[in-house]
């Protein structure tokens, strides 16, 4: 058996395309995830001053993990050409 697409529509699942499954099969039915809304709105993001603390020291901690692994590097700074070859 595989996963397919369906759609709930008049308190009924609808499926998308032709299914071969046994009569009686069980299913697990669970809503997708919405193709609408994902993230937040800029209105949405806190804006005082410990909220943006918070994120910049986040952003830099990242942005200094990354850059001191030299195993990232890829140009070197003197010349601009590949440390290594891809």
């Known amino acids: ?3 397919i ?3 709930w529509t008049n308190g009924q699942i609808l499926p998308l395309e032709p299914v071969d499954w046994p009569e009686g099969s ?3 039915v ?11 709105n800029e209105s949405d993001w806190p804006d005082d001053s410990e909220s943006v603390a918070a994120w910049t020291a986040a952003v830099a901690q990242e942005w200094e993990d990354d850059l001191s692994d030299s195993r990232q590097d890829i140009y070197t700074l003197a010349d601009g050409e590949p440390v290594r070859e891809t």
């Open 1 to 3: 058996m595989h996963a």
């Open 5 to 7: 697409k369906a759609t």
């Open 26 to 28: 069980e299913l697990l």
């Open 30 to 40: 669970e809503p997708a995830a919405s193709a609408g809304k994902t993230g937040m």
